[in-house]
């Protein structure tokens, strides 16, 4: 869409600073799923019904705050965060949801998504002295095959390999994983060989599932379904090529089953934990670049704008100056350049240098009908149109605060 020619010089400014200042209640939300665990399963019994769910919740919120340690915490830093009670941990829960809610009327059975105070918790775990990540990568499709006899299984029912891969998508992590459904579709795209071989369809069908990376994991049972060897690696445009390899033995009273479930948790915990690695936002340090962002049209700002939000790694921005081609940003951040262009990544925002060595930022997977902001109506008898093209709007000190909880001071 191209800016019209004539504008109503009052209404474009009073669009741009309510695109400046109003998403930012959404952005909010949206952030706080980084702060939302799932899944949380409860269950406990008691003298009553009401008396067990008491205690069913107060058990969830404890098992909760866990889960998020373990979502945003480096295996190696989670000793440094306190372990909370029930009772602590709900001053932190900013609201629950429940369901498959199941009771008698002395038992309750149910699973809870809880939701946490994103400014407060984040300062806990910051005081604490544990490094987190924020960062939620892009779907990753899991593509498990197992070698048996000589030939390759991905889409067989015999597949155990697949089979244990099953649940390991619903946990909790910065990565979320997705398993193709092995419709007629997906079996027609890719088979074992050629996802191998990194065929097209390979990445037709990561496509299908809103993937950029495939994580390829390959499971060989051997002696009879005691053992297993497996080897993994995460290709395409964030996998940079990370090999794991590993090896697992039945414990007693396992089934070979159970012995794989186990290896993929392993691989999918190895795979949260280089991630968390890679993305440890850095408090102590604030940085800032010049940014330009090259527009076709007020709909494109409105695009960038709606996805800077909620970047963990960016603590604010400031419009320098918007035209009809482009808008001038300084970004405030902390980490350095690769952790912000990938964060900037995950939303579909390419950070690189352009040809006169200054960051520009560029919009990745345009949506077809972009929503979100209306024009206000020419035909408006209150607005008086002038004849001036407006080249350029310069906003000096205009701040967009991305962490609305957190004060800021110049």
Do not use: C
């Not at 404890?62 to 830093?77: I, T």
């Amino acid at each position: 869409m191209r800016f019209r020619r004539f504008f109503y010089k009052t209404a474009f400014l009073a669009t741009f600073f309510a695109l400046s200042t109003g998403p930012w209640h959404s952005a909010a939300l949206a952030a706080n799923d980084v702060y939302t665990v799932h899944g949380i399963a409860v269950d406990a019994t008691a003298d009553t019904v009401i008396d067990a769910k008491k205690a069913a919740l107060s058990q969830g919120y404890e098992k909760a705050f866990r889960a998020l340690v373990r979502k945003l915490v480096p295996e190696h830093d989670h000793v440094k965060v306190p372990k909370l009670n029930s009772k602590d941990a709900l001053n932190y829960v900013l609201d629950i949801s429940l369901s498959a809610e199941k009771s008698s009327s002395v038992r309750y059975i149910a699973n809870m998504t809880v939701r946490f105070k994103e400014s407060q918790t984040r300062a806990l775990l910051r005081n604490s002295g544990a490094a987190i990540a924020e960062t939620v990568s892009k779907p990753v499709l899991i593509i498990p095959i197992e070698k048996r006899a000589g030939s390759n299984l991905l889409w067989e029912d015999r597949n155990q390999w697949r089979t244990a891969w099953g649940g390991v998508g619903t946990s909790n992590g910065l990565v979320p994983l997705t398993m193709p459904l092995g419709d007629l579709d997906d079996l027609s795209l890719v088979d074992a060989k050629g996802a191998l071989a990194g065929n097209e369809g390979l990445w037709k069908l990561a496509r299908k599932y809103g993937s950029s990376d495939v994580f390829l994991s390959v499971a060989e049972v051997n002696n009879e379904g005691a053992s297993a060897t497996m080897s993994a690696v995460r290709v395409g445009r964030f996998g940079e090529g990370r090999r794991y390899q590993l090896n697992v033995t039945k414990a007693e009273g396992e089934t070979t089953q159970q012995m794989l479930r186990r290896a993929a948790r392993s691989l999918d915990n190895s795979l949260q934990q280089d991630w968390k690695q890679a993305n440890l936002l850095q408090f102590g340090v604030e940085r800032w670049i010049q940014v330009e962002v090259p527009i076709a049209g007020l709909q494109d700002w409105v695009l960038v704008n709606n996805r800077l939000q909620g970047v963990p790694a960016i603590n604010k921005v400031k419009t320098r100056s918007m035209n009809r081609a482009q808008v001038n940003l300084d970004v405030y951040f902390a980490g350095d350049e690769r952790q912000l262009s990938l964060a900037l990544a995950q939303k579909d925002l390419a950070l690189v240098l352009n040809e006169r060595s200054i960051w520009e930022l560029q919009i990745l997977n345009r949506p077809t009908a972009q929503q979100g902001l209306s024009l206000p109506s020419q035909s408006n008898p209150d607005l008086v149109p002038e004849e001036t093209v407006v080249d350029e709007v310069v906003v000096p000190e205009q701040e967009i605060n991305l962490n609305p909880g957190d004060e800021v001071s110049e």
